[in-house]
């Protein structure tokens, strides 16, 4: 079975992080401020985003992996860790001209509230014993009652 691929935002970003440094530009980050799991400096947030100023003069141990960006900076004196994946950025774009490059906005993951779009898997109850509870070798007899085998179905 084939693995899934990889985004290709994570890569973009640093390319084009990189790309404004090389140029001597001062790269800025907007990030979706609601997107699960993050950290950041919430007195900051404004209409739902944030921008970071992730230049190297701005920020410290900057890093940017494939699954999380972290960083250290300074909010009215105060250093704070940053902290948040991917798929928060909305946008990489230099403060001097506006150069960059927008993000769509990504689905926040583990939202049971919102139906998807995609087929999901559930258990759906079926026909037959359930083999284990055959085995009664030496073993007290379960209290459970005995369930049928689940087997799955696509729900659209």
């Avoid at 970003?13 to 907007?30: G, K, L, S």
């Avoid at 993050?38 to 494939?66: C, K, T, W, Y």
């Avoid at 900076?73 to 403060?95: M, N, S």
Wanted: charged content about 20%; aromatic content about 10%; hydrophobic content about 35%.
């Amino acid at each position: 079975m084939a693995e899934p691929m990889l985004s290709n935002r994570p890569y973009i970003i640093r390319a084009m992080y990189e790309w404004m440094v090389d140029n001597q530009w001062t790269p800025h980050m907007q990030v979706d401020a609601n997107y699960p799991g993050i950290q950041i400096p919430r007195a900051f947030v404004q209409e739902g985003g944030i921008v970071f100023n992730v230049s190297p003069h701005a920020v410290q141990a900057l890093d940017m992996q494939n699954n999380w960006f972290q960083f250290r900076a300074r909010f009215q004196g105060v250093e704070q860790v940053v902290a948040f994946p991917p798929e928060a950025v909305l946008a990489i774009f230099a403060r001097e001209n506006g150069q960059g490059m927008p993000f769509p906005p990504e689905p926040y993951p583990d939202i049971a509230d919102e139906p998807s779009s995609k087929p999901t898997l559930s258990a759906v109850e079926g026909e037959g014993k359930n083999p284990e509870s055959d085995s009664g070798k030496g073993k007290e007899p379960s209290k459970k009652p005995v369930k049928k085998k689940p087997t799955l179905s696509v729900v659209k």
